[in-house]
C-alpha cells in the first residue's frame, strides 16, 4: 500500500483505540473538566515528566536521522531533530519558576511510565524505524490547534511564570506544523509491504497503551505529591 494510505489507515486505528483510552484518562478527563479540582502538583508533575521525556529526545529520534528509504524523509527528519534542541530547556524554565532546581533534576528518576514510553520509542527507532515513525503525530500533538494543557493551567490559574514557558513550547511545535510531520513523511514514501504494513498496524494499539499509562502515571503519582518533595532523588 502507498505511504499516505498506510498513515490514514493507522490515525484510523490510532483514533479508535484512543477514544476507548487517552479520551478516558484521569489526567485528561481532569484537564477538559473542572480544573479547580486538580492539584496544582498534578501540572508540575506533568511538566517534570515531560521534561525527563524531552531531554531524553535524542534516543529515538538520533537513531532515525539516517533513515536509508528516503532523501526527502531524511530532510524532514533532521530539519524536526534541529528544530526540537533544547526544548527541554524551554520547560527548564517553568520548572525553575517553581523553584526546581537544575541539581534536583539532574539527580531525579523519571517515573517508571514515563521511563516505560521513553524505551518503547527508543526501541522502536532503533529496530523498527518506520513504525516509530508513526508515533510523531501523535507525541507532538497531531491535530491540535489548542494544547488544553496550557488552557487547563491557565484556567487554575498558576503563576504566569510557570505557564509562560510551556505556552511557548506548545506554540512553537503548533506554528511549525509538528504534529503533522507524519503524514509529510509517510507521502514520501511511495510505498510500504504488506507484512510492515500488518505489522505497524498491529503495534498501534501497544503504542496507545504504553501512551496512556504515561498521562496515568503522571495522574497516579503527581496527585496526591507534597509540592516541596515532588522529584524521586538518587542519594
Not at 486505528?13 to 479520551?23: F, K, W
Not at 531533530?81 to 532546581?101: F, K, M, N, P, Q
Amino acid at each position: 500500500m502507498s505511504g499516505r494510505a498506510l498513515i490514514l489507515a493507522v490515525e484510523d486505528r490510532y483514533n479508535r483505540a484512543s477514544s476507548r483510552t487517552l479520551q478516558r484518562n484521569p489526567f485528561w478527563v481532569a484537564m477538559v473538566g473542572d480544573v479547580a479540582t486538580i492539584p496544582d502538583t498534578v501540572f508540575y508533575g506533568m511538566c517534570i515528566e515531560n521534561y525527563q521525556l524531552l531531554c531524553r529526545e535524542s534516543y529515538f529520534d538520533a537513531p532515525v536521522l539516517s533513515f536509508p528509504g528516503s532523501a526527502e524523509v531524511r530532510r524532514l527528519l533532521n530539519d524536526f531533530y534541529a528544530s526540537e534542541i533544547g526544548h527541554d530547556r524551554i520547560l527548564l524554565e517553568a520548572l525553575r519558576s517553581i523553584g526546581v532546581t537544575d541539581d534536583a533534576l539532574e539527580r531525579s528518576v523519571a517515573l517508571h511510565t514515563t521511563m516505560a514510553l521513553c524505551n518503547a520509542l527508543s526501541t522502536w527507532a532503533r529496530h523498527d524505524p518506520l513504525f516509530f515513525l508513526t508515533t510523531l503525530g501523535p507525541l507532538e500533538g497531531r491535530d491540535v490547534a489548542v494544547d488544553s494543557f496550557v488552557l487547563a493551567a491557565e484556567a487554575k490559574g498558576l503563576p504566569e511564570a510557570f505557564v509562560e514557558p510551556i505556552r511557548r513550547h506548545a506554540h512553537i511545535n503548533r506554528d511549525a506544523a509538528h504534529g503533522l510531520l507524519t503524514r509529510q513523511i509517510f507521502e514520501a514514501i511511495p510505498a510500504v509491504g504488506g507484512r510492515d504494513a500488518a505489522r505497524i498496524l498491529a503495534q498501534t494499539e501497544l503504542f496507545i497503551a504504553i501512551y496512556d499509562r504515561f498521562y496515568t502515571g503522571v495522574w497516579n503519582h503527581y496527585r496526591d505529591a507534597d509540592a516541596k518533595s515532588m522529584l524521586t532523588l538518587v542519594p
